[in-house]
């Protein structure tokens, strides 16, 4: 198995362990940054280095349409394109095919949609998305699956679930490239049992990992707990657990108190670019008043880049402005942020105190205002 | 006196020397980045160090709008504000207020203007603009002129030029701090007589150091070269000179053969951001067609960390898509391909061959293209 997971220790639900790929090892849990269209917005592949990022995500369905499979291949796939030598996941573009497309049609045979870009029409299939993250090249690999809507009907669900299934096995079939683990996907919606079927028909195809999708959509946060803890406690424990799109800090420690092992998300990224920064004290959003004079580190806990080396002032300063090196230096501190987040769960499962960290985390974070569910 | 400059090698009129500051010393001829608003667009001073810049400039005017002197002063000044350790120097906002402020009303007193950002109402004197730069702290700094348009009349140059010159003495009289230089600025417009006077009004207030202004605002660049040759030979040769606005490498080349120590310009910057790298082989604008499938450096000769680590390819790619990386980049490239350049330039004139070494790298770069003169 190219790629395979190591648990050193659990405490509760919750797991430590080492992800082994054929570019590297990565300590878990792990936030994996967005490298949407082949770069996690304003960073270096030495950023990521030095942020502790372990793992990047790439979207498929991007870079199928932008620069396109073929000058990627040509520039020896997705890490030679993009100089990030470390481990790699890409999607398979499922995703961004259900939420961004404005128009869609879905056959037995794969999905046909208009490219975000410029309104040209693609097809998707399982075999198509798989041959091209074989061209990719990242380390994980995932199926196509269907992400329903969060409102799609009880009926929707079930025939959908069944057709991610019969995607995922065929992905499977078609999938060769040895140095690449492909990693099947949970749907089903809210309905525990449409849960525990899709679950059921994706483990039996024996994936070196699952992931869990079609959450954190919409969804109140307790219904998403409840469906992840469903799905959670019957995945095989010796295989990694990627839960697709968490990156808020009390999401991500309490996903991880469920027993998940990886989990991607813009939302670091995107709240930086709009002048947000995450802090152990809360949200700061520089663009307000009390910052402008401020003249201490973003959180002056943390070792980064940006919080050594400029003032909230400042950095409220290049904001206000929209500097390049606003979105810059507050993106390198939420991917600081949110990995350090994760270093400091692990230490608390290897040491069996994750219950008390976590509550205590919150109730910091939180500063007794109503928890932060944005997505 | 606080900066000074030793000149180590002449070759014609072309000087290699140090420029002696409070904060460090730079060899020059040095071009200077423009940090227009405190920040050189999408770098950090680490960048600025690791691309061989020596020394930076602030804006005042941008400055004193936003985020206003007081908060920079709070900040422990420029330095302190922006993290920048190394020598700076500001303009006096003269320029600014002249090209920028669609409503100015000129006086004996100073210059009323709009600010670019609110339409709010300004009064700059020549002892506002020193004690605000006094505030922001640079090593160097300027002082309150008058940037006539190029096409006023010969009247306007000969009236303003005066005024100028009586600004410069009052800007010398406010002047106290010690650890810092005024230079004064010589203009006059295309006008040879103009400038002799100018000249002479200025050098007759014994400044630590001359700019050359009004120059490079859309003339001929060999009208240009005629005004500043009859500048520079008549300046103090114990003395710094920086011409005012130049950062095309065939402009470059040309001023520091007259013997400018110093200079900047928006230029490299402003071009990365519109997706242009310059090259020792001509520009190269990576949204056309050929870069896309390049796989190569945008400059193989160039050790910056945009030419080791990626292809054209990619930065089109990213220029294509407006990418923050893409701005960062290039910028980084551009402000390392014109600070190597300066540092070639230094070494032939320490060698005597700057003729040969001017002739030879314009060839090339231009590539038997007509001259680019843009500013």
């Known amino acids: 198995m190219p790629v395979a997971i190591e648990i050193e220790a659990r405490d509760d639900e919750a797991r430590a362990g ?15 940054p967005v490298g949407t269209k ?9 950023d990521l280095r030095s942020v502790g990022t372990g793992i990047v995500l790439g979207n498929t369905y ?5 620069p396109g499979v073929d000058l990627v291949q040509k520039a020896g796939g997705l890490r030679g394109f993009t100089s990030w030598e470390g481990p790699m996941l890409t999607d398979s573009g499922g995703y961004q095919v259900f939420s961004l497309a404005h128009r869609r049609k879905i056959s037995e045979e794969g999905v046909r949609f208009s490219s975000v870009y410029d309104g040209s029409s693609h097809f998707f299939t399982p075999e198509l998305t798989t041959k091209v ?9 995932m199926v196509l699956d269907e992400c329903p809507p ?3 009907s009880r009926e929707y669900h079930a025939d959908s679930l069944l057709r991610t299934a019969r995607w995922a096995k065929r992905c499977k079939e078609t999938h060769s490239r040895e140095d690449q683990a492909l990693f099947g996907i949970v749907q089903g919606g809210l309905h525990p049992d449409l849960r525990k079927e899709s679950l059921e028909r994706t483990v039996e195809l024996n994936f070196p990992g ?9 969804e109140p946060r307790e ?3 409840q469906m992840l803890s469903l799905v959670a406690s019957r995945l095989p424990a010796d295989k990694p657990r990627y839960f697709m799109g968490i990156g808020d800090p009390v999401g991500i420690l309490q996903v991880i108190a469920l027993g998940v092992d990886m989990f991607d998300c813009v939302l670091p990224t995107r709240l930086a670019r709009h002048g947000t920064a995450l802090t152990n004290d809360g949200r700061i959003n520089l663009k307000n008043a009390p910052y402008r004079r401020d003249l201490r580190p973003l959180d002056p806990e943390c070792s980064c880049e940006a919080c050594k080396g400029y003032s909230r002032a400042y950095l409220s300063h290049l904001v206000r402005e929209n500097e390049l090196l606003a979105h810059r230096l507050v993106t390198l501190h939420n991917v600081h942020f949110t990995s350090e987040l994760c270093g400091r769960a692990r230490a608390a ?5 994750y219950r008390e960290f976590i509550e205590a985390w919150i109730l910091r974070y939180a500063g007794g205002r109503p928890l932060d569910v944005a997505r």
């Not at 082949?38 to 030495?46: A, D, F, R, S």
């Not at 993250?133 to 690999?141: H, P, T």
């Open 223 to 225: 219904e998403m707990l």
């Open 133 to 141: 993250q074989e061209v990719l090249g990242a380390d994980i690999a």
């Open 150 to 152: 969060a409102n799609a």
């Open 349 to 353: 499962i290897v040491e069996g105190r």
């Open 62 to 66: 991007h870079l199928y349409l932008r």
């Open 38 to 46: 082949g770069t996690v917005k304003g960073l270096t592949p030495g």
């Open 210 to 218: 699952y992931a869990v999708g079609g959450l954190s959509v919409g």
């Open 18 to 32: 080492i992800l082994r790929t054929p570019h590297g090892a990565v300590p878990t849990p792990t936030f994996m």
